[in-house]
């Protein structure tokens, strides 16, 4: 009798669409979590190495932090606000969840081991008497 109540009922396309929408998240999600494992595991190679190349090691590491700023801004925009487990599963190291979101020249004017000049980029919001 159920099977014959099954065989009458016409698929309800919203809920079709709900389903196809859950499995594009899921497969995003995962492409996130993917991009994040392949970028942590190469700034760990690359911290394995031993070689002092800081340029080289700051850019493997923001984009480290980019992968682990889109994944979790992914996981919390599908509702999952629990980031405790990233660390074990990805390997993210504190120092990843420091310059997370953080801006490029902000990190570099602080670190210790490159001396730059105290001079910023142009920016449309800056004046000219700022600028020289």
């Not at 997370?100 to 004046?127: C, I, K, L």
Request: hydrophobic content about 40%; aromatic content about 6%.
């Amino acid at each position: 009798m159920e099977q014959t109540i099954k065989r009458h009922m016409k698929p309800d396309p919203l809920i079709e669409i709900e389903v196809g929408i859950r499995g594009d998240t899921a497969a995003a999600l995962g492409r996130a979590g993917r991009t994040l494992g392949l970028a942590v595991a190469a700034l760990a190679e690359f911290d394995g190495r031993g070689i002092p190349r800081p340029r080289e090691r700051r850019a493997l590491l923001h984009a480290a932090a980019d992968a682990l700023w889109a994944y979790v801004v992914h996981k919390e925009a599908i509702g999952i606000t629990d980031h405790t487990k990233v660390n074990e599963v990805y390997g993210v190291t504190p120092e990843m969840w420091r310059v997370m979101g953080t801006s490029r020249a902000y990190v570099q004017s602080r670190d210790p081991s490159e001396a730059r000049s105290r001079t910023t980029p142009s920016s449309p919001f800056t004046t000219r008497a700022s600028r020289s």
